[in-house]
């Protein structure tokens, strides 16, 4: 009943708005994209200099004016960091959508491949608290651990934290790693990590893109309780055919893009060569790992055939192999193969609409051999169905609505130290539909609400009225040069990972279905913030978090019998404040982030601090262009202890493999560990500071950039842990300098 209401007042919404709509009144929509090779500009500028307002691109590069007074000519300038502005003069018609396709040229020879930048909105009314837009040069200038790294970059933004420098996996807002949800295109990619989880297995150099959400995600997302990483990838050069070679101390790439008839193509590759430089990630033990990627997109968009339509084909590919030459230590091997279609729709009217395809399978298995090391093998088939659509009315108010289904078949086989093993196969689906409306009419206000409904259930444990995902995010500006900002909202989560949380390294994370016994997690998320323009080139935020989940999964410590429950219930509760200050004035960058946070996690009626809990968090980072092709940054990093689990002692006892032997001949003594309370102990501070330097040789026939950089400048011994077997004191990264080189032609 509440489902058909939601949808009924949506559709009256739509038509009043209509009916609204004043008659001798029209639109302007463009396409804003970088001439040199026709690539979308994303999160740029355009302003209607007349009415001194104006739009902003979204993440394909579109914007839209409405409600114009018709019969009249406007200017447009369109803006964008790093490329001349540009004025266009546009007649607009009543009662029809003037469209026009704005190119934007770069200031300069050296920005000759497209180079996304962030900057400030022009809808500052635009309701995005937890939202962070991130830019591939901001990437690119940050210091290297061995080359540009998506997840690592993700470590210095407030609310996000690491248990260390040896794994790229973060955690966001006290949420466990398995609660962040990473899209490609909209396709989700279960293992997205390269050589034991230590970089991200996405290559930047095929990113347009990127919105990372903290928190307070809207309705069209679904699935994880802490975090949503949308990536969409470039569509290709459409004006001439070029290449970028790269290269560093663990891997090589090459990228290759072009046009196509009524089109583009990009495809790019990876394959690591050297495992040397991991060895200093690891205490300098060897690590025999061999990878590579590989990504494609086939971009086709021609008028003649569907006016306003465009379609892709694109496809990623990974393979992750860790083997050792002695019998008696365990193999590795990770897969993931992707592949999707999107059809992207703009009609006559101000209609938006998207449909999908795509496939995802994720393979991980634990090869045994002789060692100790018990085997896991798991694999994941996710197929998705996606149709999105919005509308925009005259009044600059969105209406948003799809539906999104998903078939996932999951097989696990475990075996546990009692020595049993068991084979567990699922399968699943979820049919979801969403309804949003944002009010975007107002220059000082903003809402977004909307309703996210499942349909069905992967595991059928929830009743109807369980699956409905209401939220609601805000913006108010009170005054200039203030923005406040909040959210609110239910979140649910159908699958996870069965890790051991006393793992110091987990490579292979197995993806299940949740068991029909417990009912999928749930989450209910506040936040509140504000935004204070300081001046014209300093801001400073500040945003507020509470969160609690129930009913996430969590190894079950009191399985002793196969029928036992592998999985129990618990509950997680996180709350904290992040500030940040931004400074920007070009030829200068300061960034610095502080957040105070707490973490529980709560299990068979006992509260204990997650491995990942860290009370103070402090980063600052800064940039400063030299001229001429030099650039240099600088980035220090400090937290507060991670919580570990101490060892309290050992005991000998005396195993039988064969009780019915009346002699008891087949027997051995174990030496087994006993361990304090969970997470009740706490590792020192950690701190280190990186540096890089970098230069960019402009010749004629190629662009050639040099980065060398430094990884914990003074040479910190920042604990990792301490081996449990041996009591040997294992220490993070220490002073490493690496260098890459990048050649565009």
């Known amino acids: 009943m509440r489902l058909k209401s939601f ?42 200099k007349e009415l001194s307002t104006g739009a902003s691109t979204d993440a394909r590069g579109y914007f839209i004016i409405p409600s114009l007074e018709a019969r009249r000519e406007y200017t447009i300038i369109a803006s964008y960091v790093g490329f001349n502005s540009k004025s266009i003069t546009v007649y607009v018609q009543p009662d029809k959508i003037t469209q026009i396709d704005i190119e934007l040229v770069p200031t300069s020879v050296q920005l000759q491949s497209i180079e996304m930048i962030g900057q400030r909105i022009v809808e500052s009314n635009e309701t995005d608290i937890g939202l962070q837009r991130l830019a591939i040069k901001d990437l690119e200038a940050l210091p290297k651990s061995v080359e540009t790294d998506l997840f690592r970059s993700l470590q210095n933004l407030p609310g996000v934290s690491t248990t260390g420098d040896v794994s790229a996996r973060y955690y966001v807002r006290g949420g466990a790693s398995n609660e962040n949800l990473v899209l490609l295109d909209g396709i989700p990619i279960y293992s997205p990590f390269h050589a034991l989880g230590l970089f991200s297995a996405i290559d930047p150099d095929i990113i347009n893109s ?6 307070g995600f809207p309705a069209q997302f679904g699935g994880r309780l802490s975090s949503i990483l949308n990536v969409l990838s470039k569509k290709g050069n459409q004006n001439r055919l070029s290449g970028k070679v790269n290269t560093s101390f663990l891997s090589g790439k ?3 893009e072009g046009p196509i008839p009524d089109g583009a193509f990009y495809l790019s590759g990876r394959k690591s060569y050297s495992n040397d430089i991991l060895k200093k990630f690891l205490n300098e033990r060897n690590v025999p790992a061999d990878f590579y990627d590989l990504s494609f997109k086939l971009y086709y968009n021609n008028p003649d055939f569907l006016k306003g339509g465009s379609f892709s084909i694109h496809g990623f590919f990974s393979d992750d192999k860790i083997s050792n030459e002695s019998s008696k230590i365990e193999d590795y091997r990770l ?20 449909l999908g395809f795509n496939v995802s399978v994720f393979q991980g298995d634990l090869i045994p051999k ?15 169905l996606t149709a999105d659509l919005t509308y925009m009315f005259d009044s600059k108010d969105e209406l948003g609505f799809g539906f999104h289904i998903k078939e996932v078949k999951t097989s696990l086989f475990l075996e546990n130290a009692q020595g049993y093993s068991g084979d567990i196969g699922t399968s699943g689906t979820n049919i979801s539909i969403y309804s949003k409306y944002k009010v975007m009419r107002f220059e000082n206000f903003g809402l977004d609400a909307g309703l996210r409904v499942g349909l069905t259930s992967m595991n059928g444990s929830e009743k109807f009225t369980e699956r409905f995902e209401p939220r609601v995010s805000f913006t108010i500006i009170p005054m200039n040069g203030v923005t406040l900002k909040g959210a609110w909202g239910i979140y649910r989560q159908e699958m996870t990972t069965v890790l051991s949380e006393n793992e110091v390294i987990s490579i292979v994370e197995p993806w299940i279905i949740y068991p029909s016994y417990l009912k999928p997690a749930r989450s209910i998320q506040y936040s509140l913030g504000a935004i204070l323009n300081l001046s014209r080139v300093l801001d400073l935020s500040i945003e507020s978090y509470y969160k609690k989940s129930t009913n996430v999964a969590i190894l079950n410590p009191e399985k002793y019998l196969p029928t036992d429950h592998d999985l129990i219930g618990g509950t997680s509760l996180s709350y904290g404040n992040e500030f940040s200050l931004n400074y920007i004035n070009e030829p200068f960058k300061l960034s610095t982030s502080y957040t105070l946070a707490w973490a529980y996690r709560e299990k ?48 000998d006892q005396l195993f ?59 040479n910190r011994e920042n604990l990792f842990y301490y081996s ?8 993070m990264l220490p002073f490493l300098p690496t260098a890459t080189i990048r050649v565009e032609l």
């Open 7 to 48: 949808l009924t007042i949506s559709i009256i919404l739509l038509f009043l708005s209509h009916q609204a709509s004043a008659q001798e009144r029209g639109t302007i929509r463009g396409l804003v994209t970088d001439s040199t090779s026709g690539e979308a500009l994303v999160y740029g500028n355009v302003l209607l």
């Open 210 to 215: 990127i919105e990372f959400y903290r928190g």
């Open 254 to 256: 090459l990228l290759i």
């Open 335 to 354: 897969k993931n193969n992707v592949f999707g279609f999107k059809w992207f729709y703009v009609g006559d009217v101000p209609l938006f609409m998207e």
């Open 370 to 384: 002789f060692s100790k090391v018990l085997q896991r093998n798991n694999k994941v088939t996710d197929l998705g």
């Open 604 to 651: 068979l009626g006992k509260r204990y601090y997650p491995n990942y809990d860290s009370r103070h968090n402090f980063k600052i980072s800064g940039e400063i262009d030299l001229g001429k092709g030099w650039s240099t940054s600088i980035v220090l990093k400090y937290n507060s202890g991670v919580p570990f689990t101490k060892l309290a002692g050992f005991t």
């Open 656 to 714: 039988m493999n064969d009780l019915f032997n009346e002699w008891f001949q087949d027997y051995m003594i174990k030496t087994i560990r006993i361990l304090d309370i969970t997470n009740l102990g706490r590792l020192p501070d950690y701190h280190r500071m990186d540096f890089t330097l970098s230069k960019t040789f402009d010749f004629d026939f190629a662009k050639v950039n040099l980065d060398f950089s430094i990884m914990n400048v003074y």
């Open 724 to 731: 449990l077997a041996t009591g040997e004191r294992v220490n």
